[in-house]
């Protein structure tokens, strides 16, 4: 059980950060994972207040504001113009529309969560972090660094004509993912690059970045190779939800079946 | 620390702590109908609209309500009421104990999608557990209740 002592609500992005460095100082995304953990906060930072719950499209990114709702990604039209409905897919899973209503995206990314469907998928996109002390870096960068003081201002995805497409599998509705995978494609410096994201492994997502010349005629062998060797580089654990070797299974299946997509859809 | 929201369209002001949630508070106005199952956001049944949309109260924590607008069963009792007999005449209320939080869910659906299809419903809904009906008597109950809504407002717009 969490228990606070004081609740704050800054009227400053400078306010919130000063109050953060106390090392019992905690900022709250939408509380959902926060509240069911066991701490003593001495102070809980409320960045409702901060205008920090917009999705703004800035002709070539995407800026999402850390306080902006999982249901406000959901209903994006900014995202699915860009990402067609592989934002929604990732997030339409997770609990109810009263949870999403709720649970932020900056509470998500921040986190940094193994279950993390959110994570998953915009990682695979061209996405960077908004940082208050840290600057804008890229998420890929983000989500290897150990958890610190700074503040998550926004998630910003660079637009470009990529391809995308999110999957995950779950033992029941609503439950966390036995495993999440998204693929990206796009030309990259002239090259065409496959990007895959695997999460819930049940590890924390991971980036895999391969410069892949796939035919659009390719086989089903063909494409299933490609998604055996992306799968394989990943690794994966055991827990109440399933075996290392079926995650990679299961990995594999997905990747394959989003390729497919992407390549049936044309680059 | 006084926190000052508006209750059902009234404005109450309430002594809470940095801790206390949503739920308790509400419970303590007098909105017996929100009720506490599962506290770990999963089974609906806390459902209250904050600012018009539906939240799980049992997560919010009380000192962020401060100038909000809540709404719970109490605040919609004629709409929830007609629901609910759609609900009765289907076999969907059962024990009820689910019922208000679910109440809420579907009446905030009904204000947020224009003539939702099953699929929709049930993904919209995926969030209000029940233990006792298996969904479909209430999943009955909601697209003949959605029936009648359309119906209504056809009505309403040829006039």
């Not at chain 1, 992306?230 to 939800?241: I, P």
């Not at chain 2, 009720?35 to 956001?41: F, L």
């Not at chain 2, 009421?81 to 009446?107: D, K, T």
């Not at chain 2, 209740?145 to 359309?150: D, R, S």
Request: aromatic share 8%; with cysteine.
């Amino acid at each position: 059980m969490i228990t606070i002592g004081n609740y704050v609500k800054p009227k400053s992005l400078e306010e919130a950060y000063e109050l953060n460095q106390a090392r019992s100082s905690r900022v709250m995304g939408g509380m959902m994972w926060m509240r069911l953990g066991n701490a003593r906060v001495k102070t809980v930072i409320d960045l409702s207040g901060l205008g920090l719950d917009q999705i703004e499209d800035e002709g070539n990114v995407i800026k999402i504001g850390a306080m902006c709702t999982l249901r406000q990604i959901e209903q994006c039209e900014a995202l699915k113009d860009l990402c067609g409905d592989g934002i929604a897919e990732c997030v339409r899973h997770i609990v109810g529309v009263q949870f999403r209503n709720q649970a932020t995206i900056g509470g998500s990314i921040y986190g940094r969560f193994g279950f993390s469907d959110v994570l998953t998928a915009f990682l695979a996109l061209d996405t960077f972090v908004e940082l208050y002390d840290g600057g804008t870096i890229r998420l890929s960068e983000f989500v290897n660094r150990k958890p610190d003081k700074d503040i998550l201002l926004s998630i910003i995805v660079r637009k470009s004509k990529r391809k995308f497409r999110y999957d995950s599998i779950r033992q029941t509705k609503t439950d966390f993912p036995v495993i999440a995978c998204s693929v990206v494609t796009g030309m990259v410096h002239g090259k065409e690059t496959w990007y895959f994201s695997v999460g819930a492994r049940p590890m924390k997502a991971a980036l895999l970045e391969k410069q892949w010349e796939i035919p659009a005629d390719a086989s089903e062998e063909m494409i299933a190779d490609y998604a055996r060797q992306a799968a394989s580089e990943f690794t994966y654990g055991s827990n109440m939800r399933g075996s290392a070797e079926y995650r990679q299974h299961l990995a594999e299946v997905l990747i394959r079946r989003e390729m497919t997509s992407i390549l049936a859809e044309g680059r | 620390m006084e926190i000052q929201f508006t209750l059902n369209k009234k404005q109450v002001t309430a002594e809470v702590g940095a801790d206390t949630v949503l739920l308790g508070v509400l419970r303590d106005l007098g909105c017996k109908s929100v009720k506490c199952g599962c506290e770990t956001t999963n089974c609906g049944l806390c459902t209250v609209w904050i600012d018009g949309k539906s939240r799980l109260s049992c997560s919010v924590l009380a000192a962020g309500i401060d100038g909000h607008e809540v709404t719970t069963l109490e605040g919609v009792e004629e709409e929830a009421a007609e629901f609910g007999r759609f609900l009765a005449a289907e076999g969907g209320e059962q024990c009820g104990f689910c019922s208000p939080g679910f109440i809420m869910n579907v009446l905030a659906m009904k204000r947020e999608l224009d003539d939702p299809d099953l699929e929709e419903i049930k993904e919209y809904l995926a969030g209000n557990l029940c233990r006792c009906t298996g969904y479909m008597s209430q999943l009955r109950a909601i697209q003949k209740y959605m029936t009648l809504q359309n119906e209504n407002s056809g009505k309403e717009a040829q006039v």
